[in-house]
C-alpha cells in the first residue's frame, strides 16, 4: 500500500511568489490534514477534510493559505503571495476513520527567500 | 504557556541505557495521547499511544497521570537506533487536531 505521498520534497521560492504543495493520501483514507513545522517551533495543525469539505481549518494563520481537496482524494494547499515567515516543513497526514492513527508524509520543505 | 511541554534535550546515552522522557499538557480536556518518533528530515511516525493503566510495548514504556497532566516514555535497553526526535501528542475527543510538543532529542552513542 503506498503511503502518503506530498509533492514537491523541496520548493525555494522568493517573497512574494506563490507555491502550491500537493499531497495524495492513503488511498481510501478520508480524513486529510495539514500540519507544518516552523524552524524551532513545534509541528502545529493547519487544517482537516473530510472527503472535500473542510471539517477544521482553525490553524490557517491567515488569507494567504488556501486548501482545497477537490473530488475528495489528493489535496493541495497554496500560498500565495508568499512571506519569508512561511518557510517551515510542511506535512500532509491522512487517516480512515476519525480518532484513528495517522500517517504522515514526509513533508515539503518551503523556502522563501 | 504551551499547550504540550517537553525537555528538548539533548539526551545523550550510552548504548544499554534506560532513559526517560517526560511531557506536561496543560489542557485538562485532553483525551488521547502518544508519542511519535520523528527522524532527522523526516516524518513523525506513532510509537505507541499512551493509556491511563499504562502500557508496554518492548523495550518502551509509557505512562499517563491525569491528575497530574504527566505523560512518560521510558526506554530500556536503548540501541543505536533509537537516536530520534520523541514527541509528546495528545488530541481532544471533539476534534481531530493533534497538539504536538517541540519534541526531545535523544542521541545513544556506542
Known amino acids: 500500500e503506498a503511503g502518503v505521498t506530498q509533492f514537491p520534497s523541496h520548493s525555494v521560492i522568493e517573497k512574494g511568489q506563490t507555491v502550491t504543495l500537493r499531497c495524495d493520501p492513503i488511498?481510501?483514507?478520508?480524513?486529510l490534514y495539514w500540519y507544518r513545522r516552523v524552524m524551532g517551533k513545534e509541528i502545529k495543525f493547519l487544517l482537516h477534510f473530510v472527503k472535500e469539505s473542510k471539517q477544521d481549518e482553525s490553524g490557517m494563520p491567515n488569507n494567504r493559505f488556501l486548501a482545497e481537496r477537490t473530488g475528495g482524494t489528493y489535496s493541495t494547499l497554496k500560498v500565495q503571495p508568499a512571506e519569508l515567515e512561511d518557510s517551515g516543513v510542511y506535512f500532509c497526514a491522512s487517516s480512515q476513520f476519525r480518532g484513528s492513527g495517522y500517517t504522515f508524509g514526509s513533508g515539503t520543505r518551503l523556502t522563501v527567500v | 504557556r504551551k499547550e504540550v511541554e517537553q525537555d528538548p534535550g539533548p539526551f545523550n546515552v550510552p548504548e544499554g541505557a534506560t532513559v526517560a522522557f517526560n511531557c506536561t499538557y496543560s489542557?485538562?480536556?485532553?483525551?488521547?495521547f502518544f508519542w511519535y518518533r520523528q527522524d532527522c528530515r523526516k516524518e513523525p511516525k506513532l510509537l505507541m499511544s499512551v493509556y491511563s493503566s499504562g502500557n508496554e510495548d518492548g523495550r518502551f514504556t509509557a505512562q499517563l497521570n491525569r491528575a497530574s497532566q504527566y505523560i512518560s516514555l521510558l526506554i530500556r535497553d536503548s540501541k543505536l537506533s533509537d537516536s530520534a526526535t520523541y514527541l509528546c501528542v495528545v488530541n481532544m475527543d471533539n476534534t481531530d487536531k493533534l497538539i504536538f510538543g517541540t519534541g526531545t532529542r535523544l542521541q545513544v552513542f556506542p
Open positions: 488511498s481510501g483514507h478520508d480524513n
Open positions: 489542557n485538562s480536556a485532553s483525551q488521547s
